[in-house]
DNA sequence: CGGACTTGTGAATCGGCATTCTCTTTGCTC
DNA sequence: GAGCAAAGAGAATGCCGATTCACAAGTCCG
């Protein structure tokens, strides 16, 4: 099992990308604290110091894994786009594909709150926040061309509706770690969407057509079991 | 100014407390992160050991942090059921001082996901998980309170209602974090509210009648006099 | 006043972890 | 296959922070 066998040699440009992901693998499950050049290493099948060849710091490592996050979040961005061209479904689709990548590594809020982020270098905190808008920027982006087609409300600031999106998943995101995945994300998620999608829906357009699913399809309660302690 | 006076002696449940205080205001200002016993006990004006008088470990000084918190949420709660009978507007006054609250001491989005809740033993994370449910259970209440006298609509899930709410506050403090206090919260939070309110009136009852205030007879509750990203 | 208890102090101790240095291995190129 | 540069290993260094311990100073009560 745990031998100490050599580590095959690989260029740096490959070691980098597998160090960051890593590093958010490592985030993810135990956090932050979790992060020391240790187990980033070993994780990798490197000894510690190995990864000083490939980085500056610990702090580079950081950098590299948020960097990763940015291209994450574009990359649902991205994907919603091309599953469909309704505006309102690209919204649903990317709500979808955001709450699995959390199921997933949910390392993105764990990140985004860390304390690394918020008292590193103003530059940490500038690309996290760079990384943060360019998402929200997307996503506020999908929301005016439901306006130009008409889908959209037309007197709701795209931004306003990005930061409400945003605040469908984040709650989500917290009670769902908090309980250990007990907390049941996807119906919180389809009732926030339900009320959410009726919102942006032009009040003349009759009560959320094809853009909300019906009551009667949504699934039963939200439910965290009651855990005594 | 940094002497070392002896400090004066005082007695272990007004100690606690302070310890307490101390521990949240260090995480509110520079994270988690920054909490070591050595800057708590200087925020006190101890030394070190001295805390060892008051707590078995540093982890039991988290809890008592993390106690406190509970403590100030649901204060909010009382504050906002004082200040008014409406539900609707108990929800409003409730945003606005848990906005403050972010603002003031920013301690707790970042506690909750901090690594220490996470990592720290289940049962940290599961008092968390309870202070928490305690304040959404707090505001789902209100919102059924708004059902009975009809002022909300009967179809809406009171916790629903509350996630909602709590997805109105989260992103902007998130935001208004990594931009340094650039973003402008209450602006988003306006709007956001806006839209809440108008979601959750009765849609029979006319777009935002008595439920739903204009922003102009809102006193300003929430107000920063902050430029804009 | 004199103990007994409580709170505060300062000097160790101890472990974890980032970083550095030197040496070895590997792979490429001529 | 020699030479060289990139990549990996492992030991050493040094710092920072939690915790412990023996001692001092206040406080309470008789």
């Given at each position: 099992m745990g031998f100490s066998m050599r580590a095959v040699r690989v260029e740096t440009t490959v070691r980098r990308d597998q160090i960051a992901r890593a590093a958010?693998?490592?985030?993810?499950?135990r956090g932050t604290h979790a992060l020391s050049v240790a187990a980033v290493a070993r994780r990798v099948g490197l000894v510690p110091s190995a990864i000083y060849r490939h980085f500056r710091s610990k702090d580079e490592v950081l950098d590299a894994a948020i960097a990763h996050v940015g291209d994450l979040l574009l990359g649902n961005v991205a994907a919603a786009r091309a599953a469909t061209g309704v505006p309102i479904e690209r919204l649903h689709v990317l709500l979808g594909r955001h709450l699995s990548m959390i199921r997933e590594h949910g390392a993105i809020p764990r990140l985004?709150?860390?304390?690394?982020?918020?008292?590193?270098h103003a530059a940490r905190k500038?690309?996290?926040?760079?990384?943060?808008?360019?998402?929200l920027d997307?996503?506020?982006e999908i929301a005016r061309e439901g306006?130009?087609?008409?889908s959209v409300r037309a007197d709701l600031e795209p931004d306003t509706v990005a930061l409400l999106f945003m605040g469908l998943v984040q709650p989500a995101a917290v009670l769902w770690h908090l309980s250990d995945g007990r907390f049941d994300v996807s119906t919180h998620a389809e009732r926030g969407w339900r009320?959410?999608?009726?919102?942006?829906?032009?009040r003349d357009a009759g009560p959320a057509s094809a853009a909300a699913p019906t009551a009667a399809e949504i699934p039963r309660l939200i439910r965290i079991p009651e855990d005594r302690t």
């Open positions: 958010l693998a490592l985030i993810a499950s985004i709150f860390s304390d690394d982020v918020y008292g590193g500038a690309s996290m926040l760079r990384a943060l808008r360019a998402y997307q996503v506020a306006q130009e087609q008409g009320l959410l999608s009726e919102t942006l829906a032009p």
